[in-house]
């Protein structure tokens, strides 16, 4: 088994970047060399193989049995259920060796179905963020989304994937999440085939996203962790140190739709370029921090998108723990976790309070299907949407 998973990756090293290696059922390597994450990958080719476990995780209310797999590697531990594919929980350990849970979330299925607002851990589609209005037109037919969201469609509209069960398989070192959404599932054309492949390797947890479809539509797949690097429901992320490679943001109107507009970060409280405590301009007085309570906003990586490039890195003092995001996507939503507001009740007896979590939604840019510079999000028939994001977890002292 060892052999064969380490002769899979070499063959992927030798082939080139970019390139999957292996069909569904085999093994997933991407090799993108000369970046922190392949670093990871080729330490990870000598590691202990994670171990995964599956449990049946209660019904959703509609009955629907759900199921929770547990991914246990050397250095991490997650946790993914069906509903929603979604990440649980994500076992990590500080600068002296303790492990704690760095993710939000709930302890059942019932309370995530009840928690329409958060979409903690959750995988969002087949629009995650924002389409305005909810409506876009596709070679001049015009489609409507229900709105959620302040006049919008928000994360795929009100029953979006991260409210269906995923169908489920294991894979070597984790789960691949696989579902169907039917043509016209809220209001989006084309059935859309999904898979979802979360793996642990060595320090991170690895997310490899493919979607067909058998007409032209949108799509935009993201993983809303919210994670709090002192351990879940240990108090504000705001003096977490933050680093966004982003020359650029998209600024939003009033109900957070982008203005088109690619602003320079340079000389506003959006500049993350030097790592810079997430608190430390949050409460200055700028209009775009004061539509969403705090930063909500989609930044323009610098990275090449298509190959996997930095997002973001960010630093907890308090516990050491770092977190790298690595990603081939062209974007990321920075939230501070604004909209928390204690009335959620989470793991471990923890209520969630403003600002107790932050997310880092790598993405394509909010409102895509209607901003024509931006990078397009239209699928075609024959076409295999891929993207990958890596969370790599570590310590400083
Ligand atoms: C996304 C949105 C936020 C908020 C959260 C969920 O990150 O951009 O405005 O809706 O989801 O609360």
Redesign the pocket.
């Known amino acids: 088994m060892m052999l064969k998973r380490t002769v899979a990756a070499m063959a992927v090293l030798l082939v080139g970047p970019m390139l999957w290696a292996a069909e569904p059922g085999g093994s997933v390597r991407q090799a993108v060399p000369g970046n922190e994450a392949a670093s990871v990958r080729s330490a990870a080719s000598t590691r202990q193989a994670a171990s995964v476990h599956e449990a049946a995780w209660g019904t959703a209310a509609d009955g629907t049995p759900v199921k929770i797999f547990t991914i246990s590697g050397h250095e991490l531990t997650a946790r993914i259920a069906t509903f929603g594919a979604r990440v649980v929980s994500i076992e990590a350990p500080d600068r002296n060796g303790r492990m704690a849970d760095v993710v939000l979330g709930y302890d059942d299925v019932a309370q995530y179905e009840k928690d329409t607002?958060?979409?903690f851990g959750a995988i969002?589609g087949r629009y995650?963020?924002?389409i305005a209005k909810g409506t876009f037109s596709i070679d001049g037919k015009t489609y409507h989304i229900p709105l959620n969201?302040n006049g919008n469609a928000?994360?795929g509209g009100p029953e979006g994937f991260s409210s269906k069960v995923w169908t489920a398989r294991m894979i070597p070192d984790g789960v691949e999440m696989s579902l169907v959404s039917p043509d016209g599932d809220m209001g989006f054309p084309g059935t859309l085939t999904v898979h979802v492949r979360y793996s642990v390797e060595g320090h991170a947890l690895r997310i490899l996203y493919s979607a067909t479809t058998t007409k032209p539509t949108v799509v935009n797949l993201t993983n809303?962790s919210y994670f709090n690097l002192a351990g879940d429901g240990k108090g504000s992320i705001l003096d977490d140190v933050l680093m966004i490679p982003a020359d650029r943001y998209t600024p939003v109107d009033a109900t957070?739709i982008p203005t088109g507009e690619l602003a320079p970060v340079k000389g506003t409280p959006f500049d993350f370029l030097q790592p810079t405590a997430i608190g430390a301009r949050i409460d200055e007085d700028n209009a775009q921090l004061k539509i969403?309570g705090g930063y909500?906003?989609n930044f323009v990586l610098n990275g090449k998108p298509g190959s996997l490039h930095l997002a973001a890195k960010v630093y907890d003092p308090k516990s050491g723990r770092t977190l790298t995001v690595m990603t081939t996507q062209p974007g990321v939503?920075f939230?501070s976790?604004?909209?928390?507001d204690g009335k959620q009740h989470g793991k471990y007896g923890v209520t969630y309070e403003k600002y107790s979590g932050f997310?880092l939604?790598t993405q394509h840019f909010?409102d895509s299907p209607n901003e024509p510079k931006f990078p397009s999000t239209l699928v075609k028939p024959g076409e295999t949407m891929r993207s990958e994001t890596e969370f790599v977890f570590g310590v400083r002292p």
Not at 337 to 340: K, R
């Open positions: 607002n958060t979409y969002v995650g963020n924002r969201n928000l994360h809303h957070q969403g909500d906003h939503q939230y976790g604004n909209f928390l997310c939604e909010p």
